[in-house]
């Protein structure tokens, strides 16, 4: 009886990420703009791997597992409708879908709240929001960094009108990866010494 529980719900996470990561890679494609260079369905791509990844790492529970990766699906369908305060609109797009699917109201609540401690600043309480933060700023790792802050610069200036010299936007930039802390014990311990490299290479030239 246990084993043929435990298949059940095995298949039931199954069957809710299959869904999810087809409707929303659909969804993505259809509906961004082309103007998105940062925020695009290869970034939605890259929070849920790096999700997974930092999940791992801080031995999250089936649960939690499935709530976060969810969440990561979900986080940025907002830019479909507005730019700014999208995570508003990401939850809704969320919580239709997963009312459809029939998810219990514990489960959605979770999803939601994990979306909305990516808002910035982030303000995440549970470990799943910490792990989700982290993965969302997960690029700040990479080697080849300044591909993503330029299409973010590139962003703001299509989306808030502004505008930035080369010097301003490099004193920002730098700024904010020197304030940026991650939130898991994963995150501080080996993203942030990924992290640091880069701030060395852009910001202590």
């Known amino acids: ?24 890679t659909l969804f993505l494609s259809e509906n961004l703009s082309d103007e998105l ?19 791992s790492h801080c031995v ?9 990766e969810v969440a990561a699906w979900f986080h940025d ?10 995570e508003d609109e990401s939850k809704k797009i969320a919580n239709d879908f997963l009312e459809f699917f029939g998810c ?15 808002k910035y600043p982030p303000r995440p ?9 982290d993965a969302d700023l997960y690029h700040l790792t990479r080697t080849n960094y300044q591909k993503y802050e330029k299409a973010l ?6 989306f808030l009108k502004t505008s930035y010299s080369d010097e301003d936007w490099h004193t920002m930039n730098c700024r ?15 993203l942030a010494q990924l992290k640091e490299i880069n701030v060395r290479n852009i910001c202590h030239k």
């Open 1 to 24: 009886m246990i084993t043929i529980q435990v298949l059940n719900y095995t298949s039931l996470m199954n069957s809710l990420l299959e869904a999810v990561s087809s409707y929303v």
């Open 37 to 55: 260079i940062f925020h695009n369905i290869n970034h939605t791509y890259e929070v849920v791997a790096a999700a997974k990844e930092i999940g």
């Open 60 to 68: 999250l529970s089936e649960d939690e597992m499935l709530v976060l």
């Open 77 to 86: 369908c907002g830019y479909a409708n507005t730019y700014i305060g999208h």
């Open 104 to 118: 219990n109201k514990n489960f959605k609540e979770s999803v939601l709240c994990c979306i909305e401690s990516t």
């Open 125 to 133: 309480s549970s470990l799943v929001e910490k792990v989700l933060c």
């Open 153 to 158: 610069r590139q962003e703001f200036e299509t």
């Open 176 to 190: 904010f990866l020197a304030g940026h802390s991650y939130y898991t014990e994963f995150g501080q311990k080996v």
